[in-house]
């Protein structure tokens, strides 16, 4: 099996040295492993795990939902980020099964969450390759129901470049979950190359402002300015409006000048493993 493994990511030429950033800017040489086997191994072993960032809505100063977030701690290495495994994960087609997993452990932690009384919605970033699946719709409204969850708790977030893989199908795919009341986002919001038309042909109902539009807002006047036109025109189309990665409180305070809705971001609280979450919501109250 781990032959196998070795020379499958030997002939896609992936067994070189990785790197990864991590937030502290510091470079993690991962080694000469190949990261795809490390993967493999890891899926194998269970050792995938879901953080989850809070985000506030931003007139009442209130909790909003969570999105979850993948995590992948690499043994004597640390965490690798999402940004470098996840492409493995999809081009291999792990992402499928990791995805699935993913969906139903989000789901095993909401009713956790509202069996303590915390009735909020989570997030789930969902790969292009997944969304397309023939019976993705059915495969997610089944594990809500086995988990007794309302439709409504569960978002599903896919970028603008994702959807136009294949527009046809995921907007099929899409306009089911919608109807189910599953909320819809479009992630990363101002990044991809596609027309704005697509907000017409897909069934959203949220946006997602890309983070870098939000990190220079208070000295750039254009960022400032597209951030504005994007939460009128959001609003415009009846869409909920969220800012990601917001660091500052001169930030949080300019978004709320914008009505922007939600924020998402360092300043209000960092992605968190579940046991930590608890700990985070009780000192909140
Ligand atoms: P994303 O969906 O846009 O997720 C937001 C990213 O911004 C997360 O990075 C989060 O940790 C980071 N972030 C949040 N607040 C701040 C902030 O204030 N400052 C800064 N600098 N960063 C902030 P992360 O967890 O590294 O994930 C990166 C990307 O990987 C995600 O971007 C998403 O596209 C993808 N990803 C993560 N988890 C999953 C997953 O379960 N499935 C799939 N398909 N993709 C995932
Ligand atoms: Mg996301
Ligand atoms: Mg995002
Ligand atoms: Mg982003």
């Avoid at 932690?109 to 970033?125: E, F, K």
Wanted: glycine share 6%; hydrophobic share 45%; proline share 5%.
């Amino acid at each position: 099996h781990l032959d196998h493994a070795l020379a499958q990511a030997k002939r896609q030429g992936r067994n070189s040295i990785c790197f990864y950033q991590h937030p502290a800017k510091t470079t993690l040489p991962i080694g000469k492993v190949s990261l795809e086997n490390a993967l493999r191994l890891a899926w194998e072993n269970k050792e995938f795990e879901l953080w989850y960032q809070p985000k506030m809505n931003i007139a009442s100063g209130r909790l909003a939902g969570f999105e979850a977030l993948l995590r992948w701690h690499l043994h004597g290495t640390g965490p690798v980020s999402p940004a470098v495994f996840i492409p493995i994960l999809e081009d291999t087609g792990m992402i499928i099964p990791v995805g699935y997993w993913l969906i139903e452990q989000a789901c095993t932690d909401l009713r956790q969450l509202a069996d303590l009384g915390i009735d909020m919605p989570v997030a789930v970033n969902i790969a292009a390759r997944q969304l397309t699946q023939d019976d993705f719709a059915e495969q997610v409204l089944a594990r809500l129901r086995q988990h007794r969850l309302p439709p409504q708790r569960l978002a599903l977030e896919l970028t603008e470049s994702s959807l136009m893989q294949e527009p046809t199908r995921a907007a099929g795919i899409l306009r089911r979950l919608r109807q189910a009341q599953l909320s819809i986002a479009i992630d990363d919001f101002g990044t991809g190359y596609s027309s704005l038309s697509y907000l017409k042909r897909f069934p959203v109902d949220t946006l997602k402002i890309d983070r870098s539009f939000i990190t220079e807002m208070e000295q750039d006047a254009d960022d400032r300015s597209i951030v504005d036109a994007i939460i009128r025109m959001a609003h415009g189309l009846s869409m909920t409006v969220v800012a990601e990665g917001v660091e500052t409180a001169e930030q949080a305070a300019l978004l709320r000048q914008l009505n922007c809705d939600q924020i998402q971001g360092y300043w209000y609280a960092r992605p968190m493993p579940l046991a930590q979450l608890a700990a985070w919501l009780a000192e909140q109250q």
